[in-house]
């Protein structure tokens, strides 16, 4: 059956409750917002709207009538209902207006991401990401600044304050030109100490590829070793035309060179006892991330352990 029309008048009977508990309906008004003869008003048309006397006016404030203390009993439900509703209407919108903010290092973005990405959009078209791109110490600053939800890294060390789940792995190689010197001795192993004088073409200071190569020497030689020719270079792809020039000896993810290596244009160098196997991370603030940050955790986990 359909409702009264007074009962598209939820914010009166609101209002009648606050005067039950107030004992007053200016302290009610004071209460919702509004001016005494507004309060006034809406509760004299409230009483109209049904009928009957609701409250009795004094000096010393606003008593309830027995029909407004029945009235007022009944309400509490009506209007706790109407409040719950109200707030489940706004969650479901900040759901559908939620936002997803991601800081990913070069690797992970250029090569990984986008496929989460695609795989998260397809079961929530309407969620609203945005993805920033960084080494590993700037997702880790933007993950702990709060400015990212979610980060991925393939920096071997993870700071001790972050959560952090393994999501997959990464290979570097270290690669050549084809025409490089170096190139002719494709065929066999390299030693650690045979690095060291070579122009190295590595990412810059705070780049998980850098870190995981100079950690992985470092263990091989035993000490930490003085490259007086490496290069710092900005980007993968930075490396990767530096390399085709015959620039030096690129250390570079697996993922980045694998096309190259395949068609020819560069070759891949062997170097026993060292291990350029990397995790990857994927890290967050707190006990556990956000309800759409760990919807894209579970598919970056499931497509890094296929």
């Known amino acids: 059956m359909p409702l009264p029309p007074w009962m598209n008048d939820l914010p009166a009977l609101d209002l009648l409750l606050s005067v039950a508990e107030t004992g007053s309906v200016g302290r009610a008004a004071q209460v919702h917002g509004i001016t005494q003869p507004s309060a006034s008003e809406r509760l004299a048309k409230l009483e ?17 009538t027995p029909a407004g203390e029945a009235v007022v009993a009944w309400s509490h439900d009506v209007v706790n209902a109407a409040q719950t509703l109200a707030d489940g209407v706004l969650t479901l919108r900040a759901d559908r207006e939620v936002r997803l903010r991601i800081s990913a290092s070069l690797t992970v973005a250029e090569y990984l991401l986008p496929g989460w990405l695609l795989s998260l959009r397809r ?16 997702v880790v600053e933007a993950v702990r600044s709060g400015a990212a ?21 990464d290979r570097l190689e270290l690669v050549v030109a084809a025409g490089y010197p170096l190139a002719a001795q494709a065929w066999r192993s390299l030693r650690p100490t045979d690095l060291v004088d070579q122009t190295l073409l590595l990412r810059e200071a705070g780049s998980g590829t850098r870190d995981t190569f100079l950690s992985a020497l470092e263990q091989a030689l ?29 250390v570079v993810s697996a993922r980045a060179a694998g096309a190259a290596v395949a068609a020819g244009d560069l070759v891949q160098l062997r170097v026993d006892g060292l291990a350029l196997s990397r995790p990857l991370h994927a890290l967050w603030v707190g006990r556990a991330p956000t309800a759409a940050a760990s919807e894209l955790l579970a598919i970056a986990a499931a497509r890094g352990q296929r």
Not at 48 to 64: A, E, I, K, N, Q
Not at 123 to 138: C, E, K, M, T
Not at 149 to 168: Q, Y
């Open 123 to 138: 079961a929530h078209p309407g969620l609203d990401i945005a993805a920033g791109v960084a080494n590993s110490r700037g």
């Open 149 to 169: 939800d979610l980060g991925f890294v393939e920096s071997p060390d993870i700071p001790a304050d972050l959560s952090s789940r393994v999501i997959g792995e």
């Open 48 to 64: 109209r709207r049904l009928g009957v006397p609701l409250l009795v006016r004094s000096r010393r404030g606003s008593l309830l």
């Open 222 to 250: 035993g000490f930490a070793p003085t490259l007086p020719h490496a290069i710092s270079l900005g980007s993968t792809t930075t490396i990767l035309a530096t390399v085709r020039a015959g620039g030096g000896v690129g």
